[in-house]
Nanobody, 127 residues
Framework: VQLQTSGGGLVQPGGSLRLSCVAS????????IVWFRQAPGKEREGVYC????????NFKSSVKGRFSISRERASNTLYLQMNSLKPEDTAVYYC?????????????????????WGQGTLVTVSS
């Protein structure tokens, strides 16, 4: 199982970025996959997840209406579209996956639910 994350960078407040997580060694349809983030001095927190079989999602309330999650089956890639970015969105963003059977039907935002992690990509929101 490998997860390759990319797409971070520096963006001004109000701007947009799209993060990518290319998965290999498994199918997104057979998993729950999630985006976490960790700001300096803070705990890692779940941001947005999607369940492979049902497409059901779960997300942190502070990103509602600004972030969205999607997947591309052909390339086995997960995306996090981030719009209306705020300075408080500044963090290292990680994707992670759970291959537990039940996770493909319902995903959560807790770290302990995920077995495999990609490397992080830094998102900085600043003027």
């Amino acid at each position: 199982v490998q997860l390759q994350t990319s797409g971070g960078g520096l963006v001004q407040p109000g701007g947009s970025l799209r993060l990518s997580c290319v998965a290999s060694g498994f199918s997104l349809d057979d998993s729950a996959i999630v985006w976490f983030r960790q700001a300096p001095g803070k705990e890692r927190e779940g941001v947005y997840c999607i369940s492979g079989s049902t497409g059901s999602t779960n997300f942190k309330s502070s990103v509602k209406g600004r972030f969205s999650i999607s997947r591309e089956r052909a390339s086995n890639t997960l995306y996090l579209q981030m719009n209306s970015l705020k300075p408080e969105d500044t963090a290292v963003y990680y994707c992670a996956v759970s291959l537990v059977y039940s996770a493909r039907y319902s995903c959560g935002l807790q770290k302990y639910e995920y077995e495999y992690w990609g490397q992080g990509t830094l998102v900085t929101v600043s003027s």
